[in-house]
């Protein structure tokens, strides 16, 4: 099959690639882009380790097609810290143990920076109902909740 | 200090440092096992068979390998035909022989240019069925009539007359039950079941493999062990185990899982065929069809008790499927169902039988929860009848320092009552309940794992450490070998770095399971430091023109002993390391062993739930988890076993269950169907740690990863118990289940 040229923004850089119309943006970014931190989990948008934005907007990257990407600004956890300063979110999880594994790390952390950038003030319970679709195995969710609460904090104290 | 004794104040033990591999694990840096890609790779992909027991007649790939960009295709012809034993299973569950044995069965494979490509090619593979009679269910295949899975398959163990179906069989105990039953003011006897579940690691089994024409080969793989996976797959290939070198990725989860092969063969077989290294990523379909759910059980227990709530004896037969092979964890089940308790009289019997269902692997204290299900359910019981705190029972029949345990050895130091006075004391167990509300405890046994153990320590220039260790950090196990080293050498604890490293570089290591990582490696790691010390001391000594045996070392320093070695400035690690070249070369220490010393685990939880009686849902409102860790090396990382085991028994306890089609088809193959916890499923998980120490490791480490998901299966049964009034003997506990029995209560 023809393979589609597609330009797009990846974390504020002109990328661009050839993909096959059935491959996901996913695989693209990971496969032709080598940005391997959008994890797939599950392939059917239930696990959230492929979190990214497209336009803000955040997305499961294995249920969006590569040539959607065509004109889009595309945000990855590659692009979340600024140069060697980690974002917040990314400190606070180191600082907690958030993270045993490691594997859902990364969507987790664009679903999370998405919430707060929305929602600077979330309850506990919000926080939990955001992340339900982004499945850990490993820590039971309590680190994790407590490292996100700790950070939504500490940002509202600092603007 | 000297090196042999037992150390109980500490610097850096117990502190809570980021860990060092955090910065690559929140950056998207960090490799999995699917992260990685070399030059003129292919990419593989499975077929897989339709149903769950059927003939496999014959295997067309002439379409598919005339297709542009396929390179090679696989079956059983291309691993090797001499094997026995495991060794067998294993290659009869990675490519299917004369029959596939369950839905998801590996038949053949294809390696082609692109994964698009491939999977079209694995398409045109045309496999001739001739479909057999089957079941996935453990009582059903021990029935006269059940489809035979393996002829010859039952081992000597197995009683004359059982089904072929039935592999293997355990019977153990001591005292006299019979007597202990005469004993009881109370004796229940009920049946128990619990279903398979999996693992539900996020990461799917991912390798890349390269296989060269002279038979060496190089493999890439998230894995729990490394040289199990050298072993396996150099015996399925039929090649020398030095000739592979393996490197573990990072690991997206395994739980026991990944301490075994599925797909890492078959890619180093494509290779050798293509001649070209071949990547083969699982879909997770995949993992739940093909890859170790555990076993399902089916149990009876029969308890008697004391009006004062004294355990008089205890037997229970114990029925667990582990799919079309033996291997059901019948040993652990029956070993650690009782193992909490102090009985006199006790019985086992367990039964492993074969289905047409994937082959169990294992899974967190593989065995011992469903048999906690059964016995401490049981247990539950006998309380609520005889009206007795089901804390205060537990507490007078603990096992202690020096009980014969339910399965026979004497019990060293081992911290149950601590767990149990502990849980008793937490406000949690006294806090008020409100309507459809109800409070269940439980507790639970694993007995750890040593295991073989090779570690080195590599002093650097500038008095740094390195250590070379070969257990894959699945959760935080580079901190703790840090800390463990940066204590032992008196070292900040950013000076040391912790490498896992390739099967190349160090002797066999068992995999990071049995909760053997922190007490075996890191057993190892201070062996290891101490040895590097004692050359550290000699250099030192050497260098003042005294005996080796008048220098110690405190705080990164070699020091003079004392007044009558001489008068000396301390010379730091930094100093000696900056003249080792000039001194007697590099400076390392080493240690290898299987250790053994290793401590059994007891945990208690404690578990509000609310039950809505319109829909049958539980909630569970509060958790907290006591158990003891021995020593606490880095407690956050410890906290997150215990939280991390307490959600997987409650996913196990609720939701999650494999469910098969009257077609012997897993019905539920994606997340979204086979339900693991969520975010908004689980309250925050409270944590106690006790410490008992182990008296077999230096700093008192009892492994801690695995006992925690034994308790929250009965826990919650309990719980679901004390809320609605209706006992429910198998799991899950699923929406309707509740709502049935509470009509059939109201019905009643």
Redesign the interface.
Known sequence: ?TKIHITTTVNGDDAEFLC?P??TLL?CL??EL???????????G??G?CSVTLDGRLVCSCLVLGVEAQGKEIT???G??DGDT?HPL?QK?????A????????GI?VATKALLEKNPDPTE?E???W????????????????AVMDTAADLREAS | MALDSKTTEFKYIGT?P??P???D????????G??T?APGMLHGVIVRSPHAHAKILKIDASKAMAMKGVKAIVTRADFASDLEGDDWDLLENVMAGDKALYDGHAVAAVAAT???LARDAAKLIDVTYEVLPHVTNVDEAMKPDAPVIREGAANYSVPEGMHPNVVRHTEFGHGDVEAGFAQADLVLEKSYTTEAVH??????HACLAQMGADGRGELWCCTQGHWFVRRMCASLLGIETANLRVTAS??????GGKTTVFIDPVALALSRKANRPVKI?M??SDVLRATGPTASASMDIKMGMTKDGRITAASGVFRLQGGAFPQAPIETTTMCAFACYDVANVHHVGFDVMSNRPKQAAYRAPGAPMGAFAAESMIDELCRELNLDPLDVRLKNAAKEGTKASYGPTYPRIGLVETLEAAKAHPHYQAPLKDNQGRGVASGYWMNWGGETSVSLAISEDGTAQVSVGTPD???SRASMALMAAETLGIPYENVRVNVVDTGALGVNEPTHGSRATYATGLATIQAAREAITKLCKRAADKWGIDADAVVWEDGCAKPSGPNAGEFPPLSIGEIAAEMGSTGGPISGHFEATPNGHGGSFGTHIVDVEVDKETGHTSVVRYTVVQDAGKAI?P??V??QF??G???GIGWALNEEYIYGSDGRLQNT???DYR???????P??DTVIVEVPNPGHPYGVRGVGETGITPPLPALANAVAAATGVRLRGLPLSPPKILAALQSKSDG
């Open positions: 099959m096959d059935r491959e695989d990971r496969d080598r940005l391997t931190g959008a994890k797939e989990g599950c392939g059917t239930d696990c380790a990855t956890i590659e979340m810290a980690l990314q999880f180191i600082e907690h143990a993270l045993q594994c490691g594997i859902c790390t990364p952390l319970t926080v939990r109902y992340l339900a679709g982004n499945l850990c195995r490993c820590t039971g969710y309590d680190k994790i909740i407590r | 809570r980021n860990r591999d955090g910065l694990k929140v950056t998207g840096k960090a490799l999995y699917a992260d890609f692109s994964q698009l693992q539900g690691y996020i990461e799917p990072e690991i997206g989860g395994g739980f990523v879909s997770r699945i959760g935080g880095h956050a990382y906290e997150g939280q991390g307490a959600a997987q994606v997340f979204l693991i916890p969520v975010a908004s499923d689980l925050m998980i």
